[in-house]
């Protein structure tokens, strides 16, 4: 029998510029479905992927943002966002899109996926992994 | 529960290097490799990166890679050790996991 | 130890792919297993039977296919990414309507849910890309 493992999810990348971000996204969307504790971290210019009002109509290609606001559905409740990384863009948190996900132990209350974390914090929530999947 | 950090971009192309060190805990260890190996010449602008971390994180390169871009193990460094791919499997191996800076 | 290895980039242009081909070398060589190698993003095009590099350079998607056969290796191309850079089996071709397929020996087609379970089942996850 597999014991549960704490995989964690990180991304440095910004969205559009490269392909990573979904394709990043894709995996922790699939990983989802295999049980496991699944922490999501978004760091240097991987802060960019949650920002909010995201229209990508002029390129023409896909707006995969809205996406994110799923992730509560698969039971993603561990959002880590960097702190230093986000105020060295000029960035807070309410730039980012709000992402939630449903407590069914609280009657489905809705709570906050993101958490914003200092450098050390994150440091630590990386210290606690067994899998880290870089993309 | 350390972690075997790798990092296989240049301190002077992007932020990785500093990002991951930030992040790296005490008594973890940081493998240079491909072009990470470039952030490893002693007396480069960046090299305070890795000297300043060094008390707390083991830094170490990949051997190869750095034969390969014509850089002198005598440039690198003080501190900074150089392994080759099966050094890499037992860093991999002793430390718990790996995380990948990309 | 059991490794699981991601390989996020196709041949030559980042030296991600060579990397972890010499990584998972070293590994077999210190008598170690590769549960799995899984090819996403770029990756994929490890994945070709159609490459022709300059006899006077290595061949790396070849070498891959290679180390498969030597070694009874697992390579895994992610289908979504597969079908998004045109690495196509046989499944493949006949499901999309494709007039061949370029998919090379020793490599398979499958989903992403094989990273996940290489993950899980292995003591060791080592990521290569850019």
């Known amino acids: 029998m597999s014991s549960i493992k704490k995989f964690c999810y990180l991304n440095r990348k910004a969205p559009y510029g490269t392909v990573y971000a979904w394709e990043a996204l894709e995996v922790v969307l699939i990983g989802a479905a295999f049980d496991q504790d699944c922490s999501v971290v978004f760091t240097d210019d991987g802060v960019y992927q949650l920002l909010k009002g995201q229209d990508t109509a002029d390129l023409g290609i896909k707006n995969f943002s809205p996406t994110y606001s799923a992730l509560g559905d698969y039971d993603i409740r561990k959002i880590y966002v960097e702190k230093e990384s986000l105020e060295e863009r000029g960035l807070s948190v309410d730039d980012l899109q709000h992402l939630v996900w449903e407590d069914e132990d609280e009657d489905y209350a809705e709570k906050d996926s993101i958490m914003v974390v200092t450098k050390d914090e994150l440091a630590q929530v990386l210290d606690e992994q067994d899998v880290v999947l870089s993309f | ?102 | 130890m059991k490794f699981a290895i991601q390989v996020n980039e196709g041949p030559y242009t980042h030296e991600a792919s060579v990397t972890a081909l010499n990584f998972v070398k070293a590994v077999l060589k210190a008598g170690h297993e590769v549960f799995r190698v899984f090819f996403y993003h770029d990756g994929v095009n490890n994945g070709t039977r159609y490459t022709s590099p300059p006899r006077d350079d290595i061949n790396i998607a070849d070498s891959w296919s290679e180390l498969a056969k030597t070694h009874n290796l697992d390579l895994v191309v992610c289908v979504a990414a597969a079908q998004r850079r045109g690495i196509v089996d046989q499944g493949e071709q006949e499901r999309n309507g494709k007039d061949g397929n370029n998919i090379a020996d020793g490599f398979r087609i499958s989903g992403l849910g094989q990273l996940i379970e290489a993950g899980i089942e292995a003591d060791r996850s080592v990521v290569f890309g850019d």
Not at chain 2, 73 to 87: A, M, Q, T
């Open chain 2, 1 to 102: 529960m350390p972690i075997l950090h790798t990092v296989n971009k240049s301190a002077y192309e992007r932020n990785t290097l500093e990002s991951c060190v930030s992040k790296a805990l005490k008594g973890s260890a940081v493998l240079l490799l491909e072009d990470g190996v470039y952030s490893a010449v002693k007396g480069g602008a960046k090299a305070g990166i890795i000297e300043s971390a060094m008390g707390d994180v083991s830094f170490y390169i990949l051997g190869p890679d750095v034969k390969a871009r014509g850089l002198d193990e005598g440039k690198l460094i003080n501190g900074v050790k150089v392994v080759d791919y099966n050094g890499f499997v037992e860093l991999t191996v002793s430390n718990d996991k790996v995380a990948s800076w990309l």
